[in-house]
């Protein structure tokens, strides 16, 4: 409707002006709440061509469209915003288009469509997964979904960290400790295992620190000598010499932590099409590097590491070799971004990484760039916000962290307790139970993390998460089964009777807000696309729930008098119930069929 109003603005500019408009400087937006209309144009632009105030330009443009347009049946001018109300005709004859389409057809594809990496979760192989991969494994989904769904053809990528330090430390701990403990003998999921060991070690390293500096040793140096990291740094050492021991332990307890990823990623409900090792791609990293040594691009001091100069790129010296000869994570991200663009000849990639390696993506970018690769220009990182709980900030390596899959396992109980206590599922199986559990526990999960713009730091909570009142999940996964349940009686009822006539009816000002609403959907969708933004479609599915459970409140539905009426209103809730489907599907959220 925005081109077509363009086009009847530059139709009454030239017959009101006598002027010839150009096209880019009507602005046309949807009208604020607290206004009356549909569509807002501003008319400051146009009083170069009137030579008049602009009240009087508006009303002169408002009374030319309302009397020549009959989609246009009144209008209101405030100040230089001139607002048009559209004719209860106009939605009417909106709502027939829709009633045949699934929103999704109603998409309108990216006019450059590309080729995009959605690189998420990207754990290491020493811990398992908390809340904050949870956050990066739900937007990477997220965004990777809502790529797809605009026209792009997106590759949804994870890299396991599965070599370095982090890893040598487990091993180290579980060397020492472990007695050739597995998770068969324990009883512990794989990643569950080899984190108990990294909170070990660090246990260990720092009493051993603190000894040191005890003994006389610096506080700067006491870290580096302590003996766990010492054995840590041998153990690295050895692994990328390729001594058999280190290697077998390395790749065995990193098969125990696979194992656990796995289940926690179908627990979450999200997948990948391609999986990166670090253990494969720091071999091309390296590879590189010795290549730029050779072509003078970057430097090697004496002690024998390897170095890259972006003073020149207002960033600074980076290490892309140690002294040793081992690779830092640097060497690794370098490597995999050249073998991702020989496999896929990508047009972008995303990092969905957190904000606090800004810099590092930010060098990332510099040094692919310096060493001639020419897509450098198509890394983005998608810098996103902490999550963290009401009681603070999680660390990882003192065990302080909110475990994934308990988390799960919280969410899931926590609405088993709330639906029982509300009575919400009587006649169900308690097969049919636990499905609804699951549901609407990940549901509250997924949408009380995607409903925060990814910029910002949020806290999670869980109470709040859950409830089935407000801008939650749950409201919204309520909301769509009470539709299905308006749907399966009017099925029972065999309605609607006559979908011709239905769509003849001229919708009342509560319905019209309902197919406002609908219609903005592939608006919403192409802004959330544009903006790699989730929490724009969640906030969208929110706003339609709440629409239509007022509507629902307020009118009667299958107890209408008027039939026509009647099966209009079970069409527009068909196409509700379609939208908010289609947009929380985008987010990742199943929906129960009945609550």
């Not at 086009?7 to 937006?29: E, G, H």
């Not at 146009?46 to 309302?66: D, H, I, M, V, W």
């Not at 908010?580 to 599907?585: G, P």
Request: hydrophobic share 35%; glycine share 6%.
């Amino acid at each position: 409707m925005e081109d077509k109003l363009k086009r009847y603005i530059i139709d009454a500019l030239s017959s009101s002006y006598y002027c010839n408009v150009d096209p880019d400087i009507i602005q046309i937006q949807e009208t604020r709440k607290e206004f009356d209309g549909d569509f807002t144009v501003i008319v400051f632009p146009f009083t170069r061509y009137s030579r008049n105030t602009p009240e009087a330009t508006g009303q002169t443009l408002g009374k030319y469209l309302s009397e020549k347009y009959s989609e246009i049946s009144s209008y209101n001018v405030i100040k230089g915003f001139l607002n048009l109300v559209l004719s209860d005709a106009y939605w009417s004859d909106l709502f027939h288009r829709m009633a045949d389409n699934e929103p999704d057809t109603q998409l309108q594809p990216s006019v450059d469509p590309k080729v995009i990496l959605v690189e998420y979760s990207s754990p290491n192989t020493n811990k398992p997964l908390h809340l904050g991969h949870i956050r990066n494994n739900l937007l990477g989904f997220s965004i990777s979904r809502i790529l797809g769904a605009t026209g792009h053809k997106a590759i949804k990528t994870n890299i396991v960290n599965d070599r370095g330090i982090h890893i040598c430390k487990s091993m180290v701990a579980w060397l020492r400790h472990s007695g050739g403990e597995t998770p068969s003998s324990s009883g512990l999921k794989g990643d569950h295992l080899v984190g108990k060991y990294y909170v070990m070690f660090d246990r260990d390293y720092r009493r051993e620190v603190e000894e040191l500096i005890r003994s006389g040793e610096k506080p700067e140096t006491a870290g580096d000598n302590a003996p766990s990291m010492r054995e840590a740094r041998e153990l690295l050492i050895k692994w990328e010499s390729g001594d058999a021991d280190t290697v077998n332990l390395w790749r065995k307890m990193n098969e125990w932590v696979y194992e656990g990823f796995d289940i926690t990623y179908r627990r979450l409900g999200v997948d990948f099409d391609k999986i990166y090792y670090e253990s494969e791609t720091y071999l091309r990293g390296k590879e590189i590097v010795k290549d730029a040594l050779e072509r003078g691009l970057v430097n090697q001091r004496t002690d024998g590491s390897v170095w890259i100069d972006l003073t020149e790129e207002g960033l600074d010296n980076k290490l892309l070799l140690r002294a040793d000869g081992t690779a830092v994570y640097m060497t690794q991200d370098l490597g995999t971004a050249v073998i991702r663009h020989e496999d896929f000849n990508f047009d972008q990639t995303i990092y969905v990484v957190g904000n606090e390696q800004n810099y590092h993506f930010q060098v990332l970018a510099s040094i692919i760039k310096k060493m001639g690769y020419q897509w450098a220009s198509g890394l983005h990182h998608f810098s996103y916000g902490m999550v963290e709980l009401p009681e603070g900030r999680m660390k990882s390596r003192e065990g302080v962290v909110v475990d994934a899959d308990d988390l799960i396992d919280e969410m899931v109980e926590t609405a088993r307790s709330m639906s029982e206590e509300l009575g919400k599922l009587e006649g169900f199986t308690q097969e049919e139970k636990e499905e609804v559990f699951r549901k609407v526990g990940l549901g509250a999960l997924k949408y009380f993390i995607l409903k925060v713009d990814p910029k910002k730091n949020m806290t999670f909570n869980p109470a709040e998460s859950i409830d089935f009142n407000g801008n939650t999940g749950p409201f919204i996964q309520y909301t769509y089964a009470r539709i299905n349940s308006v749907m399966k009686k009017a099925e029972s009822l065999a309605l609607p009777a006559d979908r011709a006539a239905a769509l003849r009816v001229v919708p009342i000002p509560k319905e019209i807000g309902l197919i406002k609403l609908l219609r903005r959907y592939s608006a919403v969708v192409n802004d959330a696309s544009g903006q790699l933004n989730p929490s724009i479609i969640a906030n969208y599915a929110y706003e339609l729930a709440r629409e239509y459970n007022q509507f629902y409140h307020e009118y009667s539905i299958l107890n209408e008098p008027e039939p026509e009426r009647r099966d209009f209103r079970i069409l527009l809730s068909e196409r509700v119930a379609d939208a908010i489907r289609s947009a929380m599907w985008l987010l990742g959220i199943e929906m129960p069929d009945r609550m």
